[in-house]
């Protein structure tokens, strides 16, 4: 006869495990001998053995009891339909993952929807997947920083992907990004149309960034995050500034040295 714990060591189950089916009526619970201690014979053992291998097999712990009390052909017949059940479940759960794997090859999973279709429309006008990464990164740090700003100024982010300029622009930086060259003299058409977009942006108001603009740590982030993302943006940055302008997405001029 056995104390509990042999019993649950035979069967390959916790000591946890054989309460639980006591408490919910799936193995009896033997009254206490004269000693005080519960022991168990070798029904119960085989008994648990079935409840083990049952559960193991994914059957609910709910319609066990009924399959351990079925005959052949009514057991048979309901483990077709535990089977069947099981199967759906492992449909939808494949489901599921696919559905987790296109999240994360994607962007929805952290930046709003229209940040993510801006996204995809830089992927239509031929930007490299690495510089559409920094992209993604430089609006992670925006959203974080303003979130019921960034969803406002998409449409005109979005509608500035019409100018060929812009397009050039970020065409011309994803390929400085699959470039070697320490000094590649493509940084300097870069910085000229970063320039020449912010005065007409600044001039006519195409985006107004607000109160956003005084806020100087999220600019400071992103001039720093396209210089980890590739040195020679550092060079880029000098060149903006020798023009004139604050930084690669702050549309603010710097004061005019001339006297």
Do not use: C
């Not at 005109?156 to 300029?165: E, F, R, T, W």
């Amino acid at each position: 006869m056995l104390m509990i714990g042999q019993l649950a060591a035979y069967a390959g189950v916790t000591v946890r495990a054989v309460r639980h089916y006591h408490q919910i009526g799936l193995l009896p619970e033997p009254e206490r001998d004269a000693s005080g201690y519960r022991r168990y014979g070798p029904a119960a053992v085989v008994l648990l053995i079935k409840i083990h291998i049952l559960a193991e097999a994914g059957v609910p712990l709910s319609q066990i009891g009924r399959l351990l009390e079925a005959d052949e052909p009514t057991f048979a017949e309901a483990v077709r339909g535990i089977d069947n059940q099981l199967r759906a479940e492992v449909e939808r759960l494949e489901t599921s993952r696919k559905q987790i794997a296109q999240l994360a090859a994607g962007d929805s999973l952290v930046v709003p929807p229209e940040v993510a279709a801006y996204l995809d429309r830089l992927r239509e006008i031929g930007v490299s997947e690495r510089m559409v990464g920094v992209e993604r990164d430089g609006w992670i740090l925006m959203v974080a920083r303003w979130p019921d700003h960034v969803r406002d100024w998409m449409p005109g982010k979005l509608a500035q992907l019409d100018d060929p300029q812009l397009v050039r622009l970020y065409r011309l930086l994803s390929e400085l990004f699959e470039s070697d060259a320490s000094d590649d003299p493509r940084l300097v058409e870069a910085a000229d149309i970063i320039a020449g977009l912010n005065a007409r942006a600044f001039d006519s108001g195409e985006i107004d960034l607000g109160e956003a603009v005084a806020d100087d740590l999220p600019f400071d982030l992103l001039d720093a995050l396209a210089v980890e993302s590739d040195p020679r943006a550092a060079r880029l940055l000098d060149l903006v500034r020798e023009r004139g302008w604050d930084g690669l997405a702050r549309m603010e001029r710097l004061p005019d040295p001339r006297p």
